[in-house]
């Protein structure tokens, strides 16, 4: 076997194992961001309000936040840029959902 292909074949199972890795941490946060959205949607219910509508964070945005009732977890990865959400109520009483990114916040030292 020709040096070329074992290069080819060692930089193709590179870039195969760094897809998996980046699709399963994809999934999870996925999974969180759905989770969410359902648990709002059925606290809104609950209380006899709207569901939140998700709008995703621009830069400069001003926030009306005058209770937080959730966010999502930050601290399932160090250092990798997640989406993360927060559900608030404005000063009118009406529900909110913000997504955002954020940077993992569990590191350790």
């Known amino acids: 076997m020709s040096t070329g292909r074992i290069m080819a074949a060692i930089s193709l199972m590179t870039v195969t194992s760094l897809a998996m890795a ?14 969410n959205e359902k648990a709002m949607q059925e606290y809104a219910t609950s209380i006899g309000k709207n ?20 966010t999502t977890r930050t601290d399932t990865t160090c250092n990798d840029v997640m989406p993360a959400q927060i559900t608030y109520e404005d000063s009118k009483g009406n529900l ?4 955002y990114r954020v940077v993992g916040t569990n590191c350790r030292g």
Not at 22 to 35: K, L
Not at 96 to 99: A, D, G, K, M, Y
Request: charged share 35%; net charge positive; aromatic share 8%.
């Open 22 to 35: 980046e699709g399963r941490s994809d999934r999870i946060y996925g999974e969180m961001i759905r989770a």
């Open 51 to 70: 569901p939140p509508e998700v709008v995703h964070y621009r830069y400069g945005m001003k926030l009306d936040i005058a209770k937080v009732i959730r």
């Open 96 to 99: 909110n959902t913000l997504e």
